[in-house]
């Protein structure tokens, strides 16, 4: 996720603070203990690209060379671009009409359509590929690649640019009309260019899940980069071929980042004077009104339908593939899900409080110092699992030994990769919280713990908890960090499922996939509760 551009009232560089009054801003100069702490955040994430990077390029001129013209190299940067372009397009066109179906038409029951077009977020990619694989295995191909990636990362567009449509000034619409603008040529040169920002966001998301993901990509046959990345390192662990093709990986995403930059430009379309707040006009669907519900029918059942009702066929089936629940698959069962929901509540607790003294700085004290320290955190965003992790376990190996395969270990990797997650929402939460009341707080004799704990808390708290529910769900689902740092024979629900279904075990699967599967849906509940509790107090 990036960060919210400037609005009307800031300056176009994040780096140059605003002259205007914010209560939200001081200018005094930061402390050095936070400033420290912030550093020390930015520089955990600078650490295993640096390392991953040298250590690609100590192989030598000649071995870079050899290693990276292989046809092998064009076959994966051939299907890696193929399925990321594919996919982010697809997911850009279903996201925008679902989300304008949603929003701005007279769909019957809209408000349910919502959350179920949403939901497929909450359902982690490779247990789509499971549901789908399950099914039929005739989609191991880039077909199969691109429906399971369309169905799954969908909603990173449907939200953000619902969201957008619900805050574009309904004036704008109502004008071109009378001005003879259709329904069609209204959209094109009205509405869309003021959803570009959601848009091309949402799309960037999309294009860097694609890169980054591993399990569906895997359970697929599928070759991409991160497939291969982690085939080179199963076969010459700690190799010079896995850290060159983790290389290229980065290159792509960030390309990816630089590509929004510039397409987003510095457009700006926010409202001077926001004004009293009108609902727009839902369009009629008049005869299109039941194809309508049928074509939301059809990809919910498609994107939700498929998983959970695969997950659920599988839970029914008692053959020899199936799993008995006896004494010691049930115990199997509750110690993946313990271990899924430890390293959960451990990687949203310190990628929270990492996120903590950054988020502080650059809303309390902005400066150059503090964009630059945001922007290095944001490299994460560039940096798949499957690369993190692999520059995580080299370095252990050389330098931090004692701790490889540890659970310390894991849950730092796990805040070095949602840091960016974190902070988005750390920032946000802070940034509701008026610093005039901890002057108040600290005019009156309270200490700086005393005003954390009395005032900075209790304001910032739901968007605090948003944050790290966004991080427990992010960590819970997560495979390929797990896969090569768990401490050796500790099995989540992500990694069983993905072990189950590598051997085309779909009913042993089926537990871990349907707990995985329940505990993101109440992580998600949980997160949207939170967050509608930060809103109204930022209100």
Known sequence: MRALPATVFGSADPAIPARSANPHRTRTRAPRGLLVAATLSAVLVLIPLLFIITQAFNAGTGQIAELLWRPLVGELLFNTVLIAGASTCTCAVLGTVTAWLVERTQLPGWRVWAILLAAPLAVPAFITSYAWISLSQSLQDFAGALL?????????????????????????????????????????????????????????????????????????????????????????????????????????????????????????????????????????????RWAVVALCSIVVMVTLGVP????????????????????????????????????????????????????????????????????????????????????????????????????????????????????????????????????????????WYQVAWRVLLPLAGPGLGAAAALVFISVVTELTTTLLLAPIGTQTLATQVWVDTSTLAFAAAAPYAALLVAISLGGSWLLMSLFGKSAILGA
């Open 148 to 288: 399971v990636i369309t169905s799954s990362y969908y909603p990173l567009v449907l939200l953000p640019v619902a969201a957008a449509l619900r805050g574009l000034d309904p004036a704008l619409e109502e004008t071109a009309r009378a001005l003879g603008c259709g329904p069609w040529r209204c959209f094109f040169r009205v509405v869309l260019p003021q959803l570009r920002s959601a848009l091309l966001g949402g799309m960037l998301l999309v294009a860097l899940g694609v890169l980054a993901e591993f399990g569906a990509f895997s359970l697929l046959r599928f070759r991409t980069f991160t497939t291969e990345i982690y085939a080179e390192y199963r076969a010459s662990f700690d190799g010079a071929g896995a850290s060159l093709l983790a290389c290229v990986l980065v290159v792509l995403c960030l390309a990816c980042l630089a590509a929004e930059w510039k397409v987003r430009g510095s457009a700006r379309y926010d409202r001077a004077d926001r004004g009293v707040r009108r609902a727009a006009t839902r369009y009629e669907l008049g005869s299109a």
């Open 308 to 447: 959970l009702g695969m997950t659920g066929y599988w839970l029914t089936q008692h053959n020899s593939a199936a799993i008995s629940l006896t004494s010691a698959t049930t115990m199997d069962l509750l110690s993946a899900t313990f271990a899924s929901v430890r390293f959960g509540v451990a990687g949203a607790a310190l990628t929270t409080a990492l996120s903590l003294p950054l988020g502080f700085l650059l809303v309390r004290y902005p400066s150059r110092v503090a964009a630059l320290l945001e922007r290095t955190a944001y490299l994460s965003q560039g940096m798949p699992g499957i690369v993190l992790a692999l520059a995580v376990v080299s370095l252990a190996v050389r330098v931090l030994l004692p701790l490889y395969q540890s659970t310390l270990l894991l849950v730092v990797t796990y805040a070095v990769l949602f840091l960016p997650l974190a902070l988005v929402g750390v920032r946000a939460a802070l940034v509701q919280v008026q610093s005039r009341l901890e002057d108040a707080a600290r005019a009156l004799g309270l200490r």
